[in-house]
């Protein structure tokens, strides 16, 4: 059975830190392409960031509006997925997921069940 839990979430003030994690189980996450969303309140749910499988070394792709504050990174070792977000803005107030796609296909194949973010101004 597949499982990615997100964790770190939680109350920051703006221009704060945090980093999220999602560590999966029943699948390797290098085998994967491995992407952050988020949703906000009355928002769509919105792309933050990918990473490429081993396959492609560690390939990043962000949001353009998100770029240089977000960072994401894969620790295989630990089969775990991490999103270090800085300067954090009320804006960025949302659930944030981990997803997980095999390359080549165009639905993302697993979800976890997401982690609240809340940055009060």
């Known amino acids: 059975q597949v499982q990615l839990v997100e964790s770190g979430g939680g109350l920051v003030q703006a221009g704060g830190s945090l980093r999220l994690a999602c560590t999966a189980s029943g699948l390797i996450i290098s085998d994967y392409v491995m992407n952050w969303f988020r949703q906000a309140p009355g928002k769509e749910r919105e792309f933050v960031a990918a990473i490429s499988g081993i396959w492609s070394g560690r390939d990043t792709y962000y949001s353009d509006s998100l770029k240089g504050r977000f960072t994401i990174s894969r620790d295989n070792a630990k089969n775990t997925l991490y999103l270090q977000m800085n300067s954090l803005r009320p804006e960025d107030t949302a659930v944030y997921y981990c997803?997980?796609?095999?390359?080549?296909?165009?639905?993302?194949?697993?979800w976890g069940q997401g982690t609240q973010v809340t940055v009060s101004s």
């Open positions: 997803a997980a796609k095999r390359p080549g296909d165009i639905n993302y194949n697993y």
